[in-house]
Structures are given as C-alpha cells and as structure tokens.
C-alpha cells in the first residue's frame, strides 16, 4: 500500500521560511516523479515544484529563487524548502508521485494527506 506522509506545516510570518517533507512507503520515490501541490482557499489545486527521476527540476513561476525540491533516496523522502514566504504562499501542501509524467503535465498516481501552511503578516 503506497503511502505519502507530509509534514512540517505550521505558521509562520511573512519572510520566513519553512521546510516541507513527505515521507514514502510503499513505493520507491526515485523510480516516480515526486511534486508538491498547493491549493489556496477557494483557488484550484496547482503543481508548486516537481523532480523527476532523471534529475529534471521545474517550479512554478510564483515560487522560483524562493522554493527548493530535494530527495533523499536512502530515506524514500523528498522535502520543499521554502524561504522568503509570502501571504500568497498560505495553502494546504499536498506531495504526489507520478510513474511517466512529470512538470506541468503531471497526473499524479498517488497523493499525499497533506499538510497547512499559514503566512502571517
């Protein structure tokens, strides 16, 4: 049974920075593309940042220089570091995991709980 566990949410204030992880079992996240979405109150869900299995990178506009995806294959983890938050940043973070697509085509197989994150002023 695939599982995808993130946590490291919470609250902090605008200029921050927090760091995102999601934990897999039942797969091994080197083999999928691993991605964190984000969907804001009454907003549609969007991909944040991908990694494929080849190395290949993409984030979203609004979180590049700001937003960093790294894996630990050894831990079967893949993290997001965010830095400079801003109020738009506040959403619920959701890590997923594709098996062919990746980047802004990606239609993940599998979908983690999730996990908030709320930007103060």
């Known amino acids: 049974q695939v599982q995808l566990v993130e946590s490291g949410g919470g609250s902090v204030q605008a200029g921050g920075s927090l760091r995102l992880s999601c934990a897999a079992s039942?797969?091994?996240?080197?083999?999928?593309?691993m991605a964190w979405f984000r969907q804001a109150p009454g907003k549609e869900r969007e991909v944040v940042a991908s990694?494929?299995?080849?190395?290949?990178?993409n984030y979203a506009d609004s979180v590049k220089g700001r937003f960093t995806i790294s894996r630990d294959n050894v831990k079967n983890t893949v993290y997001l570091q965010m830095n400079s938050l801003k109020l738009e940043d506040t959403a619920m973070y959701y890590c997923?995991?594709?098996?062919?697509?990746?980047?802004?085509?990606?239609?993940?197989?599998?979908w983690g709980k999730g996990t908030l994150v709320t930007i103060s002023s």
């Open positions: 997923a995991a594709d098996k062919i697509f990746c980047g802004l085509r990606i239609l993940p197989d599998y």
């Open positions: 039942g797969l091994t996240a080197s083999d999928y593309c």
């Open positions: 990694s494929n299995s080849d190395g290949t990178i």
